[in-house]
């Protein structure tokens, strides 16, 4: 038995080493995708936005204002103005995302105990970097306020540093991020994870894309059926060459950013090789299913693409699931992609493990089942075609 | 000469209508994602994140921050729990993504000035999602810390304006503009769809290059000859007729059916998607020929569409991104049709202001793409004379 799959799988592995291109493809894709994204998140924050100072009051305080913006390290001057109101102009040529405006009297106001306001106009258009400038603009003038407010309460009743800073902050809010530290709008650690299951689940499906209907196409040399006509040790044996090359793309291409780019990783344990390795055989089945099903590479391709192109979006990685309409519910839990990035998530990023994945647990299940349907059900055609026509595969 | 032209463009949409592959990509591709995208970012914000409080005081002060978590649209108590070490299975279950702790003696310490804290555990591995929850908590607590400074300034005898001046002297006033209500939809679902009709474009202009040949015009127009100049154009001009209206649709589904503003000028719009969609399908025969296989072709676009938005600067701002990114960035028309559709539709930027900065640069770029197309369509109909696909 073992050595009528060897025989089917070496079968398999001679015709897959004359597809060379389509192997280059599949292989260096998705560390070249990897590697890529890696780049492109390297700052890992939203750094150096363009500012534009609009101070009407040109002022000792509105100075050091100034000076305490551009020291942090998500601004950088973009230019000063004279009014607010060319501050969309700006935005539409790229030279500043952010407007500061220091009022006329901002300092005199101050002083005279009068509450001042600071406008803060900030570009929306894009959330990501929205947020990034709402957070560091509220820190920054924040701490100028407490600042302030501690002067002002050791200048008005004469009491120490110290109680002064007591009175000013009652009570204070200490933040403890669980799962990823460093936090603060790290992009590399929270993306990088997730994105790295697109191109392992892309290069799962597309190295078995051609697996079926070349079967079905004739374009072996020699027929299925004369190695072994058995359904599943026809599956298992044209697939266990696929397998083994999917399983250490994955390792390599989910490790990458860890390796490369420092995204935290916990110490990896069983239960991820174990989900990791599931998943590559899923993946490469299901590839093997939709081959035979579509009966042509270009179709199963395109087949594999309405599967897996929304699929990160969908998945709840980035945008929760909660917070999608219900009718979208079904499609994120029932995408493939769900239950590995999760599951992934919550093995190597929150120390757990298979006892915490059980309904991605079930998903990857009912996954396998189709996937396995799937292939056995094209590898019947495939036999079946062999046996009705011999001729065609000579 | 116009019947010329028709018959060879009724030729090409044939075979495009006709061959499944390449009009369930090309015509229902950007359909398909724009709503699958605009029914993801519906709701548009993150509401309503669950949270478990630890309540060890169990004062007035902290069940009144409590109902105020509460009553914030961002957050829902999810329940509560008795220490926070529950929290972890929780959030390992995704049944709450954030934890707030009230110590014990909390409403008292605060009242004796003695500076007590409000823990707070967050679940930070979803940015998105901790990102809104952090900034309502810090709202929540930091109008509580107001209020509580207000009324000891009252207490000391400070009028009610001053004792707001003295407790917050200092106070930033936050305008979100171009998106006051930070929809996520808004921001997002537009460069979505444009990736969405340029990989849909690229992945069926290679197929359908590679399913046609010289032999089969040949067949087609027995009678003439047609030049390979004609062939490129026709095929161009017909696969525009089909690509423009369906992905012009796809593009003003955004704003007709999921609610984004649009404040630009829709000829502007219209005719940077219009140079767009020309330069895709060029670049789409441009890789056909490169790759010399549909199926390769069609998997390299899928490969590469994550990493093209990436580095398009949609998500992640180019104006933040490394240089070498805003240069590569700058070289696709991916990033100047992304820029034009937001700076116009959010910022209501007006075309003068994008002219130079970007519709001539994608202009640049459809020329270039052009030359690309026809060399490619030269080759493919040169080396690939039966047609009918290589794989």
């Known amino acids: ?394 | 000469m116009f019947n010329t032209w028709f018959q060879l463009c009724w030729r090409e949409w044939k075979r495009i209508l006709t061959d499944r592959r390449i009009v369930m990509i090309l015509v229902g591709g950007p359909f398909f994602y724009a709503f699958i995208f605009g029914g993801v970012y519906w709701q548009g914000r993150a509401k309503h994140v669950p949270i478990v409080v630890v309540d060890q005081d169990h004062s007035r002060f902290s069940r009144e921050i409590t109902t105020a978590i509460a009553a914030s649209e961002n957050m829902q108590i999810a329940g509560w729990v008795n220490s926070p070490e529950d929290f972890l299975a929780l959030a390992r279950h995704e049944q709450a993504y954030a934890c707030v702790i009230f110590p014990p003696e909390f409403e008292r310490d605060a009242l004796a000035g003695k500076k007590p804290r409000i823990g707070l555990i967050l679940d930070a591995d979803n940015i998105l999602v901790n990102g809104s929850t952090l900034i309502g908590l810090r709202a929540i607590v930091a109008t509580y810390q107001v209020g509580v400074n207000e009324e000891r300034a009252e207490a000391l005898g400070l009028p009610k304006a001053g004792a707001l001046a003295a407790s917050m002297p200092l106070a930033p006033a936050t305008r979100q503009m171009f998106n006051p209500t930070s929809h996520y939809s808004f921001y997002i679902l537009m460069g979505l769809i444009c990736i969405a009709v340029q990989s849909v474009t690229r992945i069926g202009c290679g197929i359908s290059i590679e399913l046609d040949s010289v032999e089969k015009w040949k067949k087609d127009f027995p009678d003439r000859a047609v030049s390979r100049w004609e062939i490129f154009f026709s095929k161009v001009l017909a696969t525009a007729l089909l690509v423009l209206p369906v992905g012009g649709i796809a593009l003003m589904l955004p704003f007709v059916l999921f609610g984004a503003p649009y404040r630009g000028s829709v000829l502007f719009i219209a005719l940077a998607f219009t140079i767009f969609a020309l330069s895709q399908i060029c670049i789409g025969y441009g890789y056909a020929s490169l790759c010399r296989s549909a199926v390769v072709c069609t998997q390299l676009h899928l490969f590469m569409s994550v990493i093209v938005f990436t580095a398009s600067g949609f998500t992640w701002p180019y104006y933040a991104a490394p240089e070498w990114i805003r240069w590569l960035g700058w070289l696709m028309p991916l990033f100047h049709m992304n820029c034009i559709v937001r700076k116009s539709a959010l910022v209501g930027a007006p075309p003068s202001l994008l002219l130079a900065q970007h519709l001539l640069p994608l202009i640049m770029l459809g020329v270039v793409a052009f030359a690309w197309g026809w060399w490619a369509v030269r080759k493919e109909m040169s080396e690939n004379p039966a047609g009918g696909g290589r794989d």
Not at chain 1, 335 to 345: D, E
């Open chain 1, 1 to 394: 038995m073992i050595r009528s799959i060897l025989n089917v799988a070496a079968r398999e592995w001679g015709w897959m080493r004359g597809q060379r291109k389509y192997l280059a493809l599949v292989v260096i894709a998705p560390i070249a995708y990897m590697i890529a994204l890696g780049l492109i998140y390297s700052p890992k924050k939203v750094l150096h936005v363009p500012v534009m100072i609009v101070d009407q009051d040109h002022s000792r305080l509105s100075r050091q204002l100034t000076t305490a913006l551009l020291a942090s390290e998500t601004f950088a001057l973009g230019g000063y103005s004279e009014t607010a109101d060319d501050f969309p102009r700006e935005v539409a040529l790229d030279r500043a995302h952010v407007c500061f405006v220091f009022p006329a009297g901002l300092e005199r106001d101050l002083l005279a105990h009068r509450p001042v306001r600071v406008q803060v106009l900030l570009d929306y258009s894009n959330y990501l970097a929205g947020t990034a400038e709402l957070s560091a603009a509220n820190t920054v003038l924040g701490t100028f306020s407490v600042g302030t407010q501690i002067r002002m309460l050791e200048a008005a009743r004469g009491v120490s540093p110290d109680t002064s800073l007591l009175r000013v902050i009652p009570f204070e809010m200490n933040t403890r991020m669980w799962f990823n530290p460093a936090f603060n709008g790290n992009y590399l650690n929270y993306l990088a994870v997730g994105l790295a299951y697109v191109v392992v689940q892309l290069a799962g499906l597309f190295f078995t894309i051609r697996a079926g209907s070349s079967e079905l196409r004739g374009q072996h040399a020699t027929p299925l059926r004369q190695t072994e006509s058995r359904v599943w040790i026809a599956l298992a044996g044209k697939l266990l060459p696929y397998f083994l090359a999917a399983v250490p793309l994955s390792i390599i291409v989910t490790h990458l950013a860890h390796w490369f780019f420092a995204a935290p990783q916990l110490e990896t344990q069983p239960s991820f090789w174990f989900v990791l390795i599931w998943f590559d055989a899923v993946m490469v089945t299901l590839g093997y299913g939709l081959s035979c099903v579509a009966g042509e590479p270009v179709f199963a391709t395109e087949m594999c693409a309405s599967l897996t192109m929304p699929n990160f979006l969908l998945t709840g990685y980035t945008w929760p699931i909660f917070a999608m309409p219900k009718i979208m519910w079904i499609m994120a839990y029932g995408l493939p992609m769900n239950p590995i990035v999760f599951m992934t998530r919550k093995i190597t990023t929150m120390g757990g493990g298979l006892a915490d994945c059980g309904a991605q647990l079930i998903g990857l299940a009912a996954w396998s089942l189709i996937a396995l349907a799937l292939a056995w059900c094209g590898t019947r055609k495939i036999l079946s075609t062999a046996q009705e026509e011999p001729a065609a595969h000579v």
